[in-house]
Antibody, heavy 120, light 108 residues
Framework: QITLKESGPTLVKPTQTLTLTCTFS??????????VGWIRQPPGNALEWLAL???????RYRPSLKSRLTITKDTSKNQVVLTMTNMDPVDTATYYC????????????WGQGTLVTVSS | EIVMTQSPATLSASPGERVTLSCRAS??????LAWFQQKPGQAPRLLIY???FRATGIPARFSGSGSETDFTLTISSLQSEDFAVYYC??????????FGQGTKLEIK
């Protein structure tokens, strides 16, 4: 059974750096073809993909946010970490991590999400 | 970046009805199109991938079709638990993966 869960601060101040952790079980991020991604959703708005990390440590980022994002993995801990620098109120959103496998090529298992509010 | 446009924004329907939701891509996505269902306060749930393949555990009343730039999600007979927001997503040309703005399916 695949599960993912996001953790991190619920409130950050403008200009601060956000660090979110995705802790997962039921799969290994060292298995060929597996990846974990981050997607966010501002309140009442649509989904926006942010970043993806593959089993082989290859990484992809949303081009418009690439300068602010870093995604890393700790395979031994079954964790993926996303950092986003220079947070702004427009970054207020629910942040989800999700599992992806090459055979499906999109996100088949999602965490419950964590709401991050950016406010002074 | 491929822009995904969903229509209608809101669809009112009754239980038992057959409904069709539409999604259009700004350029071909080579059939790499997924549909997600999202209920209030919940994470999205994958329904359909690769245009027409149902994800694990998805009922047969959900079906997907389309090609190139135009795609549809059909629910053959609406159940009460199907009232939700539906998103399409392309993965044919990325980064970035892009989602549509969603169609809200509400009870008439």
């Amino acid at each position: 059974q695949i599960t993912l869960k996001e953790s991190g601060p619920t409130l950050v101040k403008p200009t601060q750096t956000l660090t979110l952790t995705c802790t997962f079980s039921g799969f290994s991020l060292s298995t060929n073809g597996v990846a974990v991604g981050w997607i966010r959703q501002p309140p009442g708005n649509a989904l926006e993909w942010l970043a993806l990390i593959y089993w082989d440590d290859d990484k992809r980022y949303r081009p418009s946010l690439k300068s602010r994002l870093t995604i890393t993995k700790d395979t031994s801990k079954n964790q993926v970490v996303l950092t986003m620098t220079n947070m702004d109120p427009v970054d207020t959103a629910t942040y989800y991590c999700a599992h992806r496998v090459d055979s499906i090529n999109t996100f088949d298992y999602w965490g419950q999400g964590t709401l991050v509010t950016v406010s002074s | 970046e491929i822009v995904m446009t969903q229509s209608p924004a809101t669809l009112s329907a009754s239980p038992g009805e057959r409904v069709t939701l539409s999604c259009r891509a700004s350029q071909s996505v080579n059939g790499k199109l997924a549909w997600f269902q999202q209920k209030p306060g919940q994470a999205p749930r994958l329904l359909i991938y690769a245009t027409s393949f149902r994800a694990t555990g998805i009922p047969a009343r959900f079906s997907g079709s389309g090609s190139e730039t135009d795609f549809t999600l059909t629910i053959s007979s609406l159940q009460s638990e199907d009232f939700a927001v539906y998103y399409c997503q392309q993965y044919g040309d990325w980064p970035p993966y892009t989602f549509g703005q969603g169609t809200k399916l509400e009870i008439k």
